[in-house]
């Protein structure tokens, strides 16, 4: 298949207005086939794009893949028409059509028509110059209407330029011939974070010359409007300069002598930009960034509606300012002209305020804070807004501080020292005027209860630190400058006693937290007893379940859920053996061996210290024969010296036999049993009777 273009048009569509042309173009032609008969009708795939040489070059443009009907081997398509890209080209260059159909590129490409350049009718060729030489303007626009007689625009360069060598023309002239409401001659924009709506330049080194001048006639108009509405960066509304030693960077002047006039007057709604901006470059001679004058007993030479920012040293009553803010006369300064009176001094991101409050008080506040007030009857507050003393101090306070002898005395309501100062002998006292220490305390004494990183030390004769805090660490330590947990107590040769006292006769305790809070270890009593002692470990909720305690009778008791021994276990050393012990309703002692039988007959004698822990009431004897000729076994004397074992039916055999002997512990022939709940475990485990 092959494409044979009978007709091409590359045509503008009817404009609505020259400002509203549509970016499409009407591409026509006609298809047929190798022998040169048009082809079927109906729908062909087609894609269109432009490039920018006759073959190989750059795509600059595609359709896409079109559904074109084709009749009769014609067809017509508008390029650019949506859903298709926009058609965007600027028409500066020569550009070529490829056409494929169904996958088959037409070749060669067809160069575009001078028809579709009429694209360029929308704006004026970039570096067109239009030069006259004429006594009239040599490019003039007028506008009856509301819009701009001449308008130009730029995103890098400049919108309009305008240059005259006559002496006495103008580069760029506006007029607005209104005579009353808000009419500009001039008027400026400028988008950019750091660009200048209107910029104005006198070159001339000499001679009362102006960057901009501008003049009105109208009670309500501008001399001259700059207005940046970009709303950052440095932009300004109107910028003049000029490097003359007398000249004027801006120059403006209100003729009229009546009425709110202005000889200049600047906007600009940028964060960062400028309303009037004028920099007066010579180094020498009395210049002016901006100076402003009015005839006007209601107007204004300088008018601030707003924030106002000097570098410079600026003087109030005075031409000569030395510091920052020079004030010849009395300053008053208030938020409304009703309102109390305040001086307000900022630094960084501080501020300090000297507030007459009109109540009879007077506040300096520094940050948004109240330092110092001084109230009406004369009582002084540092630290407080409501002192309650000649002077009240909530906070530190240094006395003396260039030194001298001048001693330091603070008197109370009952002590006539309740702080006192030696300055000859650097030493204070405190509840004493005769200290014999740096510092002499007569009663009791707090340190750092506010806070803060202020360590303490106690030094002893010999040991320098005999007690010593870190305040930062919230750490006490007892002989050591370092201490490295909370209470760290390092004693070298010497015993650690440690006493914990309790109130109101109640006996003292000692509690091990866990992290969670809750007790791990504790050293007390025992509940009923307490001149008894106690430790108990507690498992994860505080609850006792172990312990060791001395009972009434002052028997020492362990307890538990279980009393076990552990060892490592030989055949797998990964692992331990542990044994629990035997229970039972009695405190024993047991003894067991084996014994020889000799013709029937056998004595076994207890050994002392089995004697010693055991009672013969209630003992009883178990045998185990060790050969199977036995007869069967019997005690025939049973004391806690020993017992005689004999053979039955006057047997007369000879062998080994077992025995073990359990005996109730001297001491505990009355072990209770059954015992009511202890106080604290009672009030911890509700259900522990239940439980036992």
């Given at each position: 298949?092959?494409?044979?273009?009978?007709?091409?048009?590359?045509?503008m569509l009817i404009a609505?207005?020259?400002?509203?042309?549509?970016?499409v173009i009407t591409y026509?032609?006609?298809?047929?086939?190798?022998?040169?008969?048009?082809?079927?009708?109906?729908?062909?795939?087609?894609?269109?794009?432009?490039?920018?040489?006759?073959?190989?070059?750059?795509?600059?443009?595609?359709?896409?893949?079109?559904?074109?009907?084709?009749?009769?081997?014609?067809?017509?398509?508008?390029?650019?028409?949506?859903?298709?890209?926009?058609?965007?080209?600027?028409?500066?260059?020569?550009?070529?059509?490829?056409?494929?159909?169904?996958?088959?590129?037409?070749?060669?490409?067809?160069?575009?028509?001078?028809?579709?350049?009429?694209?360029?009718?929308?704006?004026?060729?970039?570096?067109?110059?239009?030069?006259?030489?004429?006594?009239?303007?040599?490019?003039?626009?007028?506008?009856?209407?509301?819009?701009?007689?001449?308008?130009?625009?730029?995103?890098?360069?400049?919108?309009?330029?305008?240059?005259?060598?006559?002496?006495?023309?103008?580069?760029?002239?506006?007029?607005?011939?209104?005579?009353?409401?808000?009419?500009?001659?001039?008027?400026?924009?400028?988008?950019?974070?750091?660009?200048?709506?209107?910029?104005?330049?006198?070159?001339?080194?000499?001679?009362?010359?102006?960057?901009?001048?501008?003049?009105?006639?109208?009670?309500?108009?501008?001399?001259?409007?700059?207005?940046?509405?970009?709303?950052?960066?440095?932009?300004?509304?109107?910028?003049?300069?000029?490097?003359?030693?007398?000249?004027?960077?801006?120059?403006?002047?209100?003729?009229?002598?009546?009425?709110?006039?202005?000889?200049?007057?600047?906007?600009?709604?940028?964060?960062?930009?400028?309303?009037?901006?004028?920099?007066?470059?010579?180094?020498?001679?009395?210049?002016?960034?901006?100076?402003?004058?009015?005839?006007?007993?209601?107007?204004?030479?300088?008018?601030?509606?707003?924030?106002?920012?000097?570098?410079?040293?600026?003087?109030?009553?005075?031409?000569?300012?030395?510091?920052?803010?020079?004030?010849?006369?009395?300053?008053?300064?208030?938020?409304?002209?009703?309102?109390?009176?305040?001086?307000?001094?900022?630094?960084?991101?501080?501020?300090?305020?000297?507030?007459?409050?009109?109540?009879?008080?007077?506040?300096?506040?520094?940050?948004?804070?109240?330092?110092?007030?001084?109230?009406?009857?004369g009582d002084v507050g540092?630290?407080?807004?409501?002192?309650?003393?000649?002077?009240?101090?909530?906070?530190?306070?240094?006395?003396?501080?260039?030194?001298?002898?001048?001693?330091?005395?603070?008197?109370?309501?009952?002590?006539?020292?309740?702080?006192?100062?030696?300055?000859?002998?650097?030493?204070?006292?405190?509840?004493?005027?005769?200290?014999?220490?740096?510092?002499?305390?007569?009663?009791?004494?707090?340190?750092?209860?506010?806070?803060?990183?202020?360590?303490?030390?106690?030094?002893?004769?010999?040991?320098?630190?005999?007690?010593?805090?870190?305040?930062?660490?919230?750490?006490?330590?007892?002989?050591?400058?370092?201490?490295?947990?909370?209470?760290?107590?390092?004693?070298?040769?010497?015993?650690?006693?440690?006493?914990?006292?309790?109130?109101?006769?109640?006996?003292?305790?000692?509690?091990?937290?866990?992290?969670?809070?809750?007790?791990?270890?504790?050293?007390?009593?025992?509940?009923?007893?307490?001149?008894?002692?106690?430790?108990?470990?507690?498992?994860?909720?505080?609850?006792?379940?172990?312990?060791?305690?001395?009972?009434?009778?002052?028997?020492?008791?362990?307890?538990?859920?279980?009393?076990?021994?552990?060892?490592?276990?030989?055949?797998?050393?990964?692992?331990?053996?542990?044994?629990?012990?035997?229970?039972?309703?009695?405190?024993?002692?047991?003894?067991?061996?084996?014994?020889?039988?000799?013709?029937?007959?056998?004595?076994?004698?207890?050994?002392?210290?089995?004697?010693?822990?055991?009672?013969?009431?209630?003992?009883?004897?178990?045998?185990?024969?060790?050969?199977?000729?036995?007869?069967?076994?019997?005690?025939?004397?049973?004391?806690?010296?020993?017992?005689?074992?004999?053979?039955?039916?006057?047997?007369?055999?000879?062998?080994?036999?077992?025995?073990?002997?359990?005996?109730?512990?001297?001491?505990?022939?009355?072990?209770?049993?059954?015992?009511?709940?202890?106080?604290?475990?009672?009030?911890?485990?509700?259900?522990?009777?239940?439980?036992?």
């Open positions: 298949m092959r494409v044979v273009i009978s007709v091409l048009m590359l045509s609505v207005s020259l400002a509203e042309i549509p970016q026509q032609g006609k298809v047929s086939d190798a022998g040169g008969a048009p082809v079927a009708d109906g729908d062909y795939t087609m894609t269109f794009s432009i490039h920018d040489a006759a073959s190989g070059g750059t795509s600059l443009w595609s359709s896409g893949a079109l559904t074109v009907a084709v009749n009769g081997g014609v067809f017509s398509v508008l390029l650019g028409e949506s859903p298709q890209p926009t058609l965007s080209l600027d028409f500066s260059a020569d550009y070529w059509v490829e056409v494929n159909i169904a996958g088959d590129v037409q070749a060669p490409r067809v160069k575009m028509g001078s028809v579709g350049y009429a694209y360029m009718a929308s704006g004026i060729v970039p570096q067109t110059e239009v030069v006259g030489s004429s006594g009239y303007p040599t490019l003039k626009g007028s506008n009856s209407g509301a819009g701009a007689g001449l308008r130009g625009e730029s995103d890098l360069g400049i919108g309009v330029r305008g240059e005259t060598q006559a002496t006495d023309s103008k580069g760029v002239y506006g007029v607005a011939n209104a005579t009353e409401g808000q009419t500009t001659g001039v008027y400026g924009v400028s988008q950019s974070t750091g660009g200048t709506g209107v910029v104005g330049e006198a070159t001339a080194t000499t001679g009362v010359n102006y960057g901009i001048r501008g003049m009105h006639v109208s009670n309500n108009g501008a001399g001259v409007l700059g207005y940046a509405s970009g709303t950052t960066g440095v932009a300004a509304g109107v910028a003049g300069y000029s490097s003359s030693s007398t000249g004027s960077g801006v120059a403006g002047r209100a003729t009229s002598s009546t009425g709110v006039n202005y000889g200049l007057y600047g906007s600009s709604n940028s964060t960062g930009g400028f309303g009037v901006y004028a920099s007066a470059n010579a180094s020498s001679g009395t210049n002016y960034g901006v100076y402003g004058t009015t005839n006007s007993t209601d107007g204004f030479a300088g008018y601030f509606d707003g924030h106002g920012h000097f570098s410079g040293n600026v003087g109030i009553g005075t031409d000569s300012p030395d510091r920052s803010l020079s004030v010849v006369g009395y300053v008053r300064g208030a938020n409304a002209a009703d309102e109390a009176e305040y001086v307000e001094i900022a630094h960084e991101d501080s501020n300090a305020v000297i507030n007459w409050n009109g109540d009879g008080r007077f506040d300096i506040r520094y940050a948004d804070t109240t330092r110092v007030t001084v109230e009406q009857d540092i630290g407080t807004t409501t002192p309650g003393a000649t002077l009240d101090v909530r906070g530190s306070a240094v006395f003396n501080e260039d030194g001298g002898n001048n001693d330091f005395r603070v008197e109370g309501d009952t002590r006539a020292n309740l702080l006192f100062v030696d300055a000859s002998l650097d030493q204070v006292g405190i509840g004493t005027a005769l200290p014999n220490a740096l510092l002499d305390v007569r009663g009791d004494a707090v340190f750092n209860e506010g806070g803060g990183n202020n360590d303490f030390r106690v030094e002893g004769d010999t040991d320098q630190y005999l007690f010593s805090t870190d305040a930062q660490h919230d750490r006490i330590g007892i002989g050591t400058e370092y201490p490295e947990e909370r209470l760290d107590i390092r004693i070298a040769g010497g015993a650690l006693r440690c006493q914990v006292h309790a109130e109101s006769g109640e006996p003292g305790e000692l509690t091990v937290y866990g992290v969670n809070e809750n007790r791990n270890v504790i050293l007390s009593s025992t509940n009923d007893y307490d001149n008894n002692g106690m430790v108990a470990v507690c498992r994860w909720d505080g609850i006792r379940m172990a312990g060791m305690q001395v009972d009434a009778a002052g028997d020492g008791i362990v307890w538990g859920d279980t009393k076990s021994f552990r060892m490592a276990n030989p055949k797998d050393p990964g692992t331990e053996i542990w044994y629990a012990c035997i229970e039972g309703p009695e405190a024993a002692a047991y003894l067991r061996g084996t014994a020889r039988l000799e013709n029937g007959r056998a004595t076994i004698s207890f050994p002392e210290h089995f004697q010693s822990v055991a009672i013969a009431e209630g003992m009883t004897v178990q045998l185990t024969p060790l050969s199977a000729e036995c007869k069967g076994l019997a005690v025939t004397r049973k004391s806690i010296q020993g017992i005689d074992v004999e053979e039955l039916w006057d047997g007369t055999g000879t062998y080994d036999f077992d025995y073990t002997v359990m005996a109730v512990r001297t001491g505990h022939e009355d072990y209770q049993v059954i015992r009511p709940v202890e106080r604290e475990d009672a009030e911890e485990r509700p259900g522990l009777a239940s439980e036992l």
